[in-house]
Structures are given as C-alpha cells and as structure tokens.
C-alpha cells in the first residue's frame, strides 16, 4: 500500500481501468462456457431426441402407405396401374429404410436400437419375400392367393412393424423430456453462477474504485483543511508532507513554497516597517547611521557591521558608524572611490558579496571569540541616482537570498532618509550661519544706538557748533536708519526663510498627491472617453443596420403600394384603391419615424450641417398651409397662416421647417376643435431675432410636464392607455436642432386652454452677394409649345427651393425663357447671359452649381470659352456640370474634344428640352439629394413621352426578393426587359454573358457588396460604360459620396419613391 501512495493519479486511474477490463473479459469468457455447455445440450435435444422422433413418425406413416399401396396392386386389374403402385410400393420402402437409418444414426438408447434391429429384421426377411410373392401372384393372375398372403402380411407384419415404431417414438419422446429437463436445470445454474459472479465483480469493483477514490480525496481534503485553517486563522504554516511521490504532494510542495514565499515577503515589510520607525522623526545623521547599522546586523544576525557616509566635495567614504567594529591598523576608516571592496561597490553602484572569507585580520571579535566571518556583504545607497554612502555587514551565516533581497528594498529608505537628514543639518547649519549673522547685526545696531545717543547729548550741549557738525550728524542718522532697516530685513528674511522652507515641504507634499489624483483622473477621464467613443461608434453603426433592415420591406410596401393605386384606375376598384392608400401612408408614417430616430443620432453625433440659404418667409407659410390643410379640413378646425415678417431670410430653411412642423403636427394631435396658428414676426422686445410662433386652442400641457417634454422619448401621458400616439422624438430634435441653429425655444401653455409653441432664431447677416445676382420668379407661361408640354403643372406642386444657381450662357432670347422656365421649375435660380465673356464674368463672380452652354455665340467662339470655363473650375478646384445645348453641327473629331470639358452634350431638336430636363434634374439631383428631388415636376410628364423602356435591358442587383419584385413591377409596366442577380458576383457573372443598358445596384449585399461590384464593372472595358445607379436602405452622412467614389453614376436611397426611380432611369438609359 506504501509503494501504491507513490503512484500518480493518472498511474491510478489506469490500474483501475485495467482491472475492470480483465474483470469484465473473465465474465465475458466464463459466460461463453456457460453458453457452450448449453448450446450442447440443445444440439442433443434436436439431434437425437427430436429427430428420433420425427423419423418414427415418418417410418409409420410409410408403412400405412406400404399397406394400403399393396392393397390396391391386388384390387387393381390394369396393368399399368398395378406398374404404378409397384412402383410407389418401392419409393415408400425406400423412404421408410432412410428414416430407419436417421433412427439409427441418432439414437444411442439400447432399447431403440433393438427395435430399430426387429424393424429391419422384419422388413428384409419377412416382408419382401411376402411382397415379392404378392406381385408374382398379381402378375400370374393368382388373385385369390395375393389376397391371402397380403391378410397375413396385415395381421403378423404391419402390427409388429408398428408396435416397433411405437416403441421407438415412445422412448424417443422419454429421452426429449429428459434432456428438455436437463436443459433447464442447467440454465437455472448457470444464472445463479452468472449472478454470484457478476455481485462479486461488482462488489470488487465498488470496493477498488471506493480506496483508489479514498486514496485520492483524502490527501486532497487534508490539504483544503490545512489550508482553510490558515486562511482563517492567519498563521502561514507549512503543510506536512508525506514523502510520496505523486500529484497531491507536489500539490502540497507548491503550497509549502507559497507559504515560504509570504513568510519571507512578511517577514522583509514588517522589518522594513521596523526600520522605518527606527529612522522616523527629527534625528540627526548620527543618530540615523547608528540606529540603522545596530537595526540592520541585529536584524540580519550580523556579527559586525560598518556605516561610510559619501563626501561628494572630497570624493571618500568615511566611517559614520558601526557595530561591534573593532578597529585595526590594516583598516582604514575612509576610502577613495574604486579602493577596496567600499570604494568599488561606491563606484559600481551595484552590491558585493564576499563568500569564505579567510583574511586573518578579517574577524569578529567578542569577549569569547575571535573568527572569521563566513560572508561579508557590502551595497550602495543610491537616491535619484546619486550616491549617499555604503554599509557593509559580516556574518558568520551565510547571507541568504532572502537578506539579499530584504537589503534590496531597503537601501532605497536608507538613502531617502539619510538625504533628508544630511539636507535637515545643512539647514540647520544655515539658521545658525543666519541667527549668528543676525546677532552681530543686533550688536553693531546696539552699539550704532548708543553712539547715537551720545551725539544726541553733545548735539544738546554743543549746540553752537558749525554746520559742518549738523551736517556730519545728519550723515550719522541717516547711516543709524539704513542699519536699522538691514537688520529688520535680516530678521524678516530669515523668519521668511523659515517658513518658506516648512511651506515649500507642505506644498510639494500636497502638489506630489495632487498629480497622482490628476493622473489617475486623466486616465479615467480617457477611458470613459474611449468607451463613450466606442458606444456612440456601436449606436450609429447599429443605427445604420436598422435603417437598412427596416428600409428594405418599406422600399417593397411603398413602392408596391404607390404602383398598385397608380393601376387601380377603375371605378370598381376604389375601395381597394382606398385600403391601398392606407398600406401606402402606413408605410410614410413608418418611414417618418425611421427618420427621426436617425435625424437624433445624426445630430447627436455632429454629423448635422446647417445649409443657409435666402428665401422668403412667404415660402415657410405656404409650404405648410399645403401641407397641413388636408389635417385641418379633416378635424374640422381652422388652420391660420400669419405672416407679418414678410422678407426675405438668411437661414437653413429645411431645419426651419422641420421644427415647425414638428410644433404643428403636436398642435392638430393635440387639439379636437377651434384653432391651430402659425404666425411669423420680428421680435419686438428688443433682440435682434425672428419669432415663428404655433397657437393652438388645444388640451394644453400641465406645469409639472413643461420640463420633460423636450426630452427624448418622452410624452405627457405615456401611460398604456394613452389617448395620443407618437413616439417623443419630435420635440427632441426641434431642441437639438434650435440650439444648432444658435436660437431657443419657448413654451406657454394651460391645460385645457391651448399651448404657444416659439422659435425664436437670431437675425444673420451674411457676406454681401454679388450685384449681378438675379433671383427671378419661375415663369408660370411658356411661348415654346414644346416646353409648355412638358411643364404642365400647379403651381402649388413646385416646391420652390431657391439655393442652387443655373448659368445659361445662350444668345437666344425665347431659348433663354425657356430654359429658365425648366430649370426655376425644378428648383432651380437661374443667372443668364447671351453673350460669353458676360457669362465668363457672371462665373468669376458667383457660385453656381451648374452650366448650360450655346457653342454658338456671337462675341467668341464656344469650344474656346468651354476651355476657359473648364480652366477657371480646376483653378478654383470646383467640379461644376457642364451640359452644351447648341444647335451647331458637331464632328466626331469636335464630339471628342468637347467631352474632354463637357459632361453632356444635347444638340437642340424637336424633343431635345427632354434631354435637357433629364439633364437638369441629375444635376439638381447630385446637389440637393432625394428630399427635395421627389418634389422635381417630372412626375407630372406624359407617360409616353416621359419614359419608353421597349427593347431596354434592365439589370437589378439586389439580395431582396421582394425588392426586385417591385422593382422589376414598376419597370416592366414601360416595357423594360429585367435581368434580376442577387449578389455582385452573380450580377458579373451574367454581365459577362449578355448586355444590359442600365444597373439598379444595392450596397449592402451577401458574397459581394455593392461598393466592389460597381468598382469591378468599373476596372472592366467592356462594362465600364453602363450607367450605375446604387440604392441603399443606409442613408447615413457619407453614403452617397462612397457610392460616387465606387463609381456610381447617380444614387436613390430607399424606401424608393416611384417618381424619383422613373425620372432617373429616364435620364440615365438616354445617355448610354
């Protein structure tokens, strides 16, 4: 058992496995004997008994039919039948002999073989000599005779034969039971054997798993129990090891090394705290090296010890203090840096440990001995890497690694303490140089006082003296007062010195604390800022993800929607035009919602800008008497527009709106009758600002929710049950977005009598524009029949944003009309001129987003102005579109160079103010974006002449199904041909194999994104021609220019609006 504990766990473990396996392999093997001798005994029961038995029947059932056959050959008269019987007479006797030897062969009873020796004795010398005889008699005609012997064959034969038979099966069926009986005795002895057997390997098992276990968990739970004891109680003590060799005690070695090491690690703080205390307070340096060197060699059980202070001005070491120092002549008390084992520790700065000493005069001396020390250790004391003395300690033990290592940590403390007493006596011998200085200063002042006085008293006695006397005692005065004043300065310089130098040691105490804590808070203070960096970089990527996985199904609701009310034309079907218009606007309030949640991450990441613009406060109150009319006519309450301002504003009209109709929507939520108002004024109190003010006579808000409801997601009621829905947010950006725009918000409001809403917003005063600027009114009348055709729409259906400027260049007057009419129609302000140096001028002057240029113009030839143009762009770095509109007849040659300054050229035919629409509304498009391209009039064009895809190949990439479906929907109703892939790497693979004239490109896409496809068909010379426009559900700041930089031709974000994707596939399929 002894030599089993030195076993490890896995040699344990592995006994014990083998041990079960030769135990379950000798039950195996003992089972299969069992099974054999079994086996055996049935073999018997089938062989012999069974088969015995079945061969008497068989025998018998023969001989009845030997009999009977017999019969019929005497009774036959044909002769082929009695051929026949004969016949079947000779297969039974041969049947009955084979079972008569199966009998035989397996029978081993001495009865059944006697009776098995009658039958055959019976069937060889009796019966087939009677047979024989019966056939001869059949055959000579002798039937009487036949019939005769056959009647003895019946009587003496047959019975014998059977009685035999009987026999066999009777004792057969005996021996059947006996074995059946045998058989199962023996399986109920064998189950008794296997149970025994198996309770004793089980019980043998249980009992060798229960001590390999004991032999395991006991050391182990001694182990715990030694080591919960120390742990509660706190006394380190080392655990008793039993020399075994396996895991539990290397266990119980790595504890016991534990333990040590924190003994040691104990033992070096508490004797440092020692040392501490020994040095604390206002000790000289003496007193400091004797108490050391006495606490260090007690400490240490050093015999002798030595404690050399370094002079820095004399570059030695002199002997301070020691202990049980005997000095002798070959000894010296001072030494010079790199003399001897002091002056080489001073000049490494490293410490020396001598080991077998054997120098006679190196000893340790006593009143009882003298020997020779078995280590000497000498170390430096260094502070801010300067050297303050060194200690040498003698020991007749050896100095451990563990002393080593305590003087290690302390030599430091010695250093910094011995600094500040040499520091302490050197200002002490300061004061006292100050205080000696200053009593002689006291008696020269003395003495100055009482020549003083004695002049005084011969003044008073002498007062007939000449003026030369005054004057010399005038002189004496003044030198008594400047004395005077140097000794109280002295006086004041040295209580100053004082308690600068006491002031100086607070201040650097308390400035040392409170750079750690500014340290420990600038880290705290950049890791909350990382992760306040890494959150808001999760929020807006998370925030984009959203926005694409809810922008998808809303792209196929809105756009499938749009397209089914557009085919629901019929009268019949207007009740499923009506419950499509709801799926349609359930869809737009969806969409809204997205958009607000995303307008609050945006601003909260400062990815907001605001885009000041001149418009006229004429344009806010129109744009929102139309747009929330409808609202008003629906509840029944009057909507008021006051406009008492009306002038012209600088400012971000967008932001502007989209507070304000946050204020209006709350007000026609809120308010069940009377009136909501909208009012624009000049503040009269006195600050220069603009009011834009919403009244309503409404529900009104209670003075405890005035506070909370500009924050996020908050409402009045946000109970369950709640009367009005919505989600908080819009408040909460009118805020956020007021404090960009530099304005304020107030609110007044009672319940049950109404709330004012108030945006008040500085006045800005912008750089002065140029004088040639033109701001003219779009043109409601068109001459040009053809131009009249294609604008065909309200005027309140013109969202009339005016901040991107057009320059036309065009010597034409009724041309120049025109073009303004289209390009002030879709938004545009238009600059015009009909020459080109006035043209080139109006650009110098002013910023335009777009150029619309005649080659043909009177004063200069127009390919040499398009290159001043294009000079003048790259010199101001702006890349402005240039769209040429002529009527000249251009070579290829011309084509070429014009394309190398021109984005397009249109030459002027009879539907060529198509083209230049198309042309117009992708420049407006690349500027403003989508909120304000869905308003562009192109929506209101004839079908017919707007849009024909017949024979056009379409090529939508998109990983939606349902996206494609839509899609596909509203371009084939024009007759496009549509190629659908779900990936890019799917979209190159059928772009390698036919030809497509436009690409609807998703970005966010499984295997390929959209960014890599576009800059593959891009890299690709025969690809690289097709215009890409790319959709995106993501629509955060930035995604656009990506898709440009990718090589997009255009960019529609979705959910996307019908008229927007018809009017940009328009335009871009008639440029490829």
Not at 611 to 633: D, P, R
Request: hydrophobic content about 35%.
């Amino acid at each position: 058992m002894k030599n089993f504990r030195n076993f490890s766990i896995k040699k344990r473990f592995l006994i014990l496995f083998f041990i079960c396996i030769i135990t379950f392999v000798s039950f195996g093997i003992f089972a299969l004997i069992q099974m054999d001798n079994l086996a055996e005994v049935t073999q018997k029961l089938y062989t012999q008994s069974s088969k015995v038995s079945e061969a008497a029947v068989k025998a018998k059932l023969d001989l009845i039919k030997i009999n009977s056959s017999i019969k019929d050959v005497i009774l036959l008269s044909n002769t082929n039948e009695i051929q026949s019987q004969i016949n079947k007479v000779s297969e039974y006797e041969t049947d009955m002999q084979k079972n008569l030897d199966i009998m035989d062969q397996n029978s081993v009873d001495s009865n059944t073989k006697r009776n098995l020796q009658d039958a055959n004795d019976l069937l060889s010398k009796w019966w087939k000599p009677q047979r024989d005889k019966i056939i001869e008699d059949v055959k000579n005609g002798k039937k009487n005779e036949a019939i005769d012997v056959s009647k003895g064959i019946s009587s003496d034969f047959v019975d014998q034969l059977e009685l035999d038979l009987d026999n066999i099966y009777s004792t057969s069926s005996d021996n059947q039971i006996s074995l059946i009986q045998q058989s199962n005795e023996m399986q109920n002895s064998e189950r008794t054997t296997l149970i025994i057997t198996l309770t004793v390997l089980i019980s043998i098992l249980t009992l060798t798993f229960i001590l390999m276990a004991l032999s395991i968990l006991n050391p182990i739970n001694k182990l715990k129990e030694h080591m919960a004891k120390t742990s509660k109680s706190g006394n380190l003590e080392e655990y008793k090891i039993i020399d075994h060799k396996n895991e539990i005690t290397e266990m119980a070695k790595n504890y016991n090394e534990l333990i040590k090491k924190l003994k040691d690690e104990f033992w070096i703080n508490d004797n440092r705290n020692s040392l501490n205390e020994q040095m604390a307070g206002n000790i000289s340096v003496k007193e400091l090296t004797q108490k050391t060197i006495n606490f260090l060699s007690r400490s240490l059980d050093s015999g002798a010890g030595t404690f050399y202070i370094y002079n820095s001005e004399k570059n030695i070491l002199t002997l301070n203090s020691s202990f049980a120092f005997t000095e002798r002549e070959m000894l010296s008390n001072t030494y010079e840096i790199g003399q001897g084992i002091i002056g080489q520790v001073a000049l490494e700065k490293k410490p020396i440990l001598l080991t077998n000493v054997r120098k006679s005069d190196a000893v340790i001396c006593s009143g009882t001995i003298n020997g020779t020390p078995l280590n000497v250790y000498a170390f430096p004391l260094i502070y801010n890497d300067e050297l303050y003395g060194v200690i040498e300690l003698s020991s007749f033990e050896a100095i451990t690694e563990l002393k080593q290592k305590f003087i290690e940590r302390i030599s430091s403390v010695i250093a910094v303490n011995l600094y500040s007493a040499v520091q302490n006596e050197k200002i002490k011998q300061l004061l006292k140089v100050s205080e000696k200085a200053t009593k002689e200063a006291q008696e020269v002042s003395a003495q100055l006082i009482n020549a003083n006085s004695i002049l005084e008293e011969q003044q008073r006695q002498l007062q007939v003296q000449t003026e030369e006397l005054q004057q010399t005692n005038s002189q004496l005065e003044e030198q008594q007062q400047i004395l005077q004043q140097q000794s109280e300065e002295l006086q004041q310089t040295n209580a100053q010195l004082e308690e600068n130098q006491s002031y100086m040691e607070e201040q650097s105490k308390l400035l040392n604390a409170k750079n750690d804590e500014l340290e420990k808070s600038r880290i705290e203070i950049l890791e909350r800022s990382n992760d306040l960096e890494m959150a808001n970089k999760y929020k807006t990527q998370f925030l984009a993800n959203v926005s694409h996985e809810l922008r998808t199904p809303l792209n196929s609701i809105i756009l499938l929607s749009k397209l089914l009310i557009k085919g629901c034309k019929d009268v019949t079907l207007h009740d499923s035009q009506e419950k499509i218009k709801v799926i349609f606007n359930a869809g737009q309030d969806l969409l809204n919602l997205i958009n607000d949640i995303l307008d609050l991450s945006k601003i909260e990441a400062g990815k907001i800008d605001l885009n000041y613009t001149y418009f006229k406060s004429s344009a806010i109150t129109e744009e929102l008497s139309n747009l929330f009319n409808e609202n008003a006519v629906e509840k029944n309450i009057q909507f008021i527009c006051e406009d008492k301002l009306k002038d012209t504003i600088y400012g971000d009209k967008e932001k502007i709106s989209q507070v304000l109709k946050n204020f209006l929507s709350n007000s026609f939520k809120f308010t069940e009758n009377g009136s909501v108002k909208l009012k624009i004024e000049e503040n009269t109190k006195g600050n220069n600002s603009i009011v834009f003010s919403v009244i309503d006579t409404g529900i009104g808000i209670s003075k405890e929710h005035l506070d909370t409801i500009f924050e996020e997601f908050h409402q009045a009621d946000g109970s369950i049950s709640r009367k009005y829905g919505g989600t908080g947010l819009g408040l909460s950006i009118s805020t956020k977005l007021c404090d960009l725009m530099k304005g304020k918000i107030n609110v007044i409001s009672e319940v049950d009598m109404g709330s004012t809403f108030s945006l008040y917003l500085p006045v800005i005063v912008p750089e002065k524009r140029s004088s040639n600027y033109q701001e003219i009114a779009a043109t409601s009348t068109i001459m040009n029949n053809e131009v009249q055709h294609i604008i065909n729409v309200q005027e309140n259906d013109i969202k009339k944003e005016k901040n991107k400027q057009l320059l036309i260049i065009e010597d034409d007057k009724t041309l120049i009309d025109s073009i303004k009419a289209i390009s002030e129609g879709i938004g545009f302000q238009t600059l015009t001129s009909n020459n080109g140096n006035e043209g080139f001028k109006l650009l110098e002057e002013n910023d335009v987003d777009g150029i619309v240029l005649d080659l043909g113009l009177p004063d200069v030839e127009g390919i040499e102005l398009l290159k001043k143009i294009d000079l003048q762009l790259k010199q101001r770095k702006l890349s402005i579109p240039v769209v040429i509109y002529t009527g000249m007849q251009i070579s290829k040659e011309q084509e070429k160079e014009i394309k190398l300054y021109a984005d397009s050229i249109i030459i002027k035919t009879t539907n060529s103010f198509e083209r230049l629409l198309d042309e117009l509304t992708l420049i407006l498009h690349r500027f403003n974006g989508e909120k304000e391209y869905k308003n562009i009039i192109t929506s209101k064009i004839n079908k017919d002449r707007a849009l024909n895809l017949e024979n056009k190949k379409i090529l939508i990439v998109d990983d939606d199904s349902r996206n494609i479906f839509v899609l596909a929907a509203a371009l084939e109703e024009y007759g496009a041909e549509i190629i659908e892939a779900e990936n890019g790497k799917i979209a190159l693979d059928k772009l390698q194999n036919e030809t497509c004239d436009l690409i609807l490109m998703d970005i966010m896409m499984p295997v390929m994104n959209g960014y890599d496809t576009i800059k593959a068909i891009r890299n690709n010379d025969s690809m690289k021609g097709i215009p890409i426009i790319a959709t995106t559900a993501k629509s955060l700041k930035g995604d656009r220019e990506k898709c440009m930089e990718a090589g997009a031709n255009d960019y529609i974000s979705k959910p996307i609006d019908y008229d927007v994707l018809i009017t940009l596939v328009k335009a871009w399929i008639n440029k490829a």
